[in-house]
Nanobody, 126 residues
Framework: QVQLVESGGGLVQPGGSLRLSCTASRFIFSNYYMAWFRQAPGKEREFVTAIAKSGSSTYYTDSVKGRFTISRDNAKNTVVLQMNSLKPEDTAVYYC???????????????????WGQGTQVTVSS
């Protein structure tokens, strides 16, 4: 069946960096708009960033602008989230998700995404 598998999470000190990857299989990755969400304990899942099908358009929530970068490689069926200058408030489980939307990147609601990964834990702590 369709799979999205995240990797790259872990424990990092404040100010550090992590690179999350999400690899897709069993669907045509290049036909899907991709996003990263995160969910901290006791909080709702929140949008982090998205990238259009071609990679030409990206969108970030305000709290990560200038620190996080999303990219994709359609030949490798992979979307990457580079996270720099990490803060304790970035601590959460990070999920990648796929949406059939065909347009510029912006914040689509979670219920509009058709495929989800299992999540990877990111902990920012000294």
């Amino acid at each position: 069946q369709v799979q999205l598998v995240e990797s790259g999470g872990g424990l990092v000190q404040p100010g550090g960096s992590l690179r999350l990857s999400c690899t897709a299989s069993r669907f045509i990755f290049s036909n899907y708009y991709m996003a990263w969400f995160r969910q901290a304990p006791g909080k709702e899942r929140e949008f982090v960033t998205a990238i259009a099908k071609s990679g030409s358009s990206t969108y970030y929530t305000d709290s990560v602008k200038g620190r996080f970068t999303i990219s994709r490689d359609n030949a490798k069926n992979t979307v990457v989230l580079q996270m720099n200058s990490l803060k304790p408030e970035d601590t959460a489980v990070y999920y990648c998700a796929a949406n059939g939307y065909n347009g510029r990147a912006y914040s689509l609601p979670p219920q509009s995404y058709v495929y989800w990964g299992q999540g990877t834990q990111v902990t920012v702590s000294s």
